[in-house]
C-alpha cells in the first residue's frame, strides 16, 4: 500500500488518549481538533530535561535514493517504545514547497509515520502561516519607513537584504522590483521572496526558549543601514512586539502521534544548508521534559544539520544528545559508489564497497564531537543480504555497531534490534558533546575549522565581498556568533558533483549574511536555492479532493 493508504486504514487515537502518555490531562493541552493539539510552554520542566536521554538521528550525504532520516527517527521511537522505553520522537514541520514540488511530505513511510499525515503535511495548525506573516510584517515596516519623508530613521534602501516570504516553491518571485506605480506606491528597489522555511523568523521560533527570548530575538534582526552608515535592527521599527504577537501560538509546539499511538512533537522547520535544520528547541525540550528518551532528526547529512545540531542549537540550549544514530542505504552507497540512479536495484557489492568512505567519514565526523554512534541501514526490499554485511562489517572495523532496521515494512518491530542498541549505547554515555570550535576564535578560523575537520577541505578561499562582510561583522560587534555555513547537501564538498568522500579540494565562501536574530553568521559556499522551482511533473499535479472531502495524491 501507499503511505497515505497505510495512514488511513491506521486506527488513530484521540489526541487526549495521547497526552495521556506523555502525563497530562486533557484541560492541560490546547486542542486543534480530535488528533492535534498544542502543549503549553508551562509544561517544560528542567530537571526532567537533566534526566531525559536525547538521541540525534543523522544521515550520510544525502542522495536521489534517499536515506530515510525521518522514517528512521519515527521507527526507532516506536521501537524504543516496544522495549519499554518511553519515548516521545521530535521532528521538524514540513514545508509546502516540498509536498507540492518534487520531494513531497514529511511525515515519514510506510509502516513508520506519524499522523494524521494529510492535516501535517498541509496546514497542520498555522505555525507556517504565522511565521510568514511575522516576516512580512517586519518588510512592510521597512518599507513604509522607507516611504515615509517624515519620523523614518532614513533607511538606505540599498543596504536593505530583508526579502518577504511564502511556503511555496515559485522561481518567478525569486528576484522582484517592489513600490512600483508612482509616488504613493512606494519606492522602487529591488527584492524578492525566499521560502518560509529560509525566513530567519523561523530560525530565531525554533532557538527561543521562550515568549520574552523570542520578542528579543526579532527584535534584533539586522535590517540594514541608515544613509549615514548607523546600523538598522528590527526593534529600532519598533516592530518585534507585534511580530512576537504573532507567533504567541506558533511558538507552542505541536503534539500528534506515531502509527503505533505513540507521542510524536513535531515543531518547526528551518533549513539545513542556510539554518540549522532541526526542530525547536522548545519541542526538544518538551520531548524530555515529558519522556525518558527523546529521537530527533537534524536535516540533510552530518556534515550539515548535524554539525549545526550540535554547535548552534545544542550549544544555544544547553542540552547534549547521548548517541548519534547515522543512516544510511544500501542504495545510497552504491550511489556514492558511482553506479547509476536507473540501476540501484541491482546487487553490486562493489558500487557498496566504494561508497562506504562516504560513511566512514561521516563516522569519523561524530567522533569529533565526542559522541557515540550506532549505524542504522535503512533496509529497502531489494537489498541483498551480501550487501548489508558488507556495511556491517565496515562499520565493525571502525567499532561501531551497525544494525539493519525494517522499519518501512514492519514500522516499530523491524526497529526492535536497533532499539537495543541505542538503548545500550545511551546507557553506557554519560558525557556531553564537544564543541567544533571556540565562539570567541574569529570568524574565519570557525569557517576554516569546519571546512577542513568536517567537510575535509584543504584550504579557504574568501572571495572580496566576504572579506568585506568579515569587516561590516566585527564592525557591528558579532564576531563571537556561532557560524551556520551554506553549502550544498549533495557532497561533503560545496561542490555537488563530489560524490563520496572528497578530498584535496578548496571551499570558496561568497559572502557572510548576518542573521543576528537567530544569533549566527551564515557564511554562503556555491549556489544556495531560497526559492526553489516547482519541477516539471510537480506533485501539485497529482494531489486531488472528492466530494467527501477525501485527499489523494499525498506521499
Known amino acids: 500500500m501507499k503511505d497515505l493508504e497505510i495512514a488511513r486504514k491506521a486506527t ?10 506523555l502525563g497530562l490531562g486533557g484541560e492541560e493541552i490546547d486542542f486543534y481538533g480530535k488528533y492535534k493539539a498544542k502543549i503549553p510552554l508551562s509544561k517544560l520542566d528542567q530537571t526532567a530535561i537533566d534526566r531525559s536521554k ?11 535514493a534517499g536515506e530515510g532520516k525521518t522514517t528512521t527517527s519515527i521507527g526507532l521511537a516506536e521501537g524504543l517504545n516496544r522495549i ?11 514545508s509546502l514547497g516540498p509536498v507540492f514540488g518534487m520531494k513531497g511530505g514529511a511525515t515519514g513511510g510506510g509502516y513508520s509515520q506519524v499522523l494524521p499525515m494529510e492535516d501535517i503535511n498541509l496546514h497542520f495548525t498555522g505555525d507556517f502561516a504565522a511565521i510568514e506573516k511575522a516576516h512580512n510584517l517586519l518588510a512592510a515596516l521597512i518599507d513604509n519607513d522607507i516611504q515615509r519623508k517624515k519620523n523614518s ?9 530583508w526579502k518577504r516570504v511564502m511556503d511555496m516553491n515559485d522561481r518567478a518571485l525569486r528576484k522582484v522590483v517592489v513600490g512600483l506605480g508612482g509616488p504613493t506606491m512606494g519606492v522602487p528597489r529591488e527584492s524578492g521572496f525566499d521560502i518560509t522555511a529560509a525566513s530567519e523568523v523561523m530560525a530565531i521560533l525554533c532557538l527561543a526558549e521562550n515568549l520574552s527570548d523570542l520578542k528579543e530575538r526579532i527584535g534584533n534582526i539586522f535590517v540594514g543601514y541608515t544613509f549615514d552608515k548607523q546600523a538598522i535592527y528590527a526593534r529600532d521599527l519598533k516592530a518585534h512586539g507585534a511580530m512576537t504577537a504573532l507567533l504567541k501560538d506558533a511558538i507552542q509546539p505541536n503534539l500528534v502521534q506515531t502509527l503505533e499511538g505513540n507521542p510524536a512533537i513535531i515543531h518547526g522547520g528551518p533549513f539545513a544548508n542556510i539554518a540549522q535544520g532541526t526542530n525547536s528547541v522548545i519541542a526538544t525540550k518538551m520531548g524530555m521534559s515529558l519522556s525518558d528518551y527523546v529521537v530527533t532528526e537534524a536535516g540533510f547529512g552530518f556534515d550539515l544539520g548535524a554539525e549545526k545540531f550540535f554547535d548552534i542549537k545544542c550549544r544555544s540550549a544547553g542540552i547534549s544528545p547521548r548517541a548519534v544514530v547515522l543512516v544510511a542505504t544500501i542504495r545510497a552507497l552504491k550511489y556514492h559508489g558511482g553506479k547509476a540512479l536507473k540501476e540501484l536495484n541491482e546487487t553490486d557489492v562493489d558500487a557498496v564497497k566504494r561508497g562506504i568512505p562516504n560513511l566512514e567519514k561521516h563516522l569519523e565526523n561524530i567522533k569529533h564531537f565526542g559522541v557515540p554512534a550506532v549505524v542504522a541501514i535503512n533496509q529497502f526490499t531489494f537489498d541483498s543480504a551480501e550487501e548489508m554485511e558488507e556495511v556491517i562489517q565496515a562499520c565493525k572495523a571502525k567499532g561501531v555497531k551497525a544494525i539493519v532496521a525494517n522499519v518501512w515494512g514492519e514500522g516499530g518491530k523491524g526497529a526492535e534490534a536497533l532499539a537495543e542498541a541505542v538503548a545500550e549505547t545511551v546507557e553506557s554515555f554519560t ?22 575537520k568536517i567537510y575535509g577541505a584543504s584550504a579557504i578561499d574568501f572571495l572580496g565581498k566576504a572579506k568585506k562582510d568579515l569587516k561590516k561583522i566585527e564592525d557591528l560587534g558579532l ?22 568522500r572528497p578530498k584535496d579540494f578548496i571551499v570558496t565562501v561568497r559572502e557572510i549574511e548576518i542573521a543576528s536574530g537567530a544569533g549566527f553568521l551564515i557564511p554562503i559556499t556555491g549556489d544556495i536555492m531560497r526559492m526553489p522551482g516547482l519541477p516539471a511533473e510537480p506533485a501539485a499535479e497529482h494531489i486531488d479532493i472528492d466530494a467527501d472531502g477525501n485527499i489523494s495524491g499525498l506521499f
Open 12 to 21: 488513530i487515537r484521540p489526541i487526549a488518549d495521547i497526552a495521556s502518555k
Open 153 to 161: 530613521l532614513k533607511i538606505d534602501p540599498r543596504t536593505v537584504s
Open 479 to 500: 564576531s563571537a556568533l556561532p557560524v551556520c555555513i551554506a553549502k550544498t547537501q549533495k557532497s561533503l564538498s560545496d561542490n555537488p558533483e563530489l560524490l563520496g
Open 84 to 94: 519499554g522505553k518511553r519515548t516521545t520522537v521530535v521532528l521538524r514541520e514540513p
Open 431 to 452: 558525557g556531553r558533546f564537544t564543541p567544533m570550535y571556540d565562539l570567541n576564535t574569529s570568524v574565519e578560523s570557525k569557517i576554516e575549522r569546519i571546512a577542513k
Open 54 to 64: 536525547l538521541i540525534l538521528v543523522s544521515a550520510v550525504s544525502p542522495t536521489p
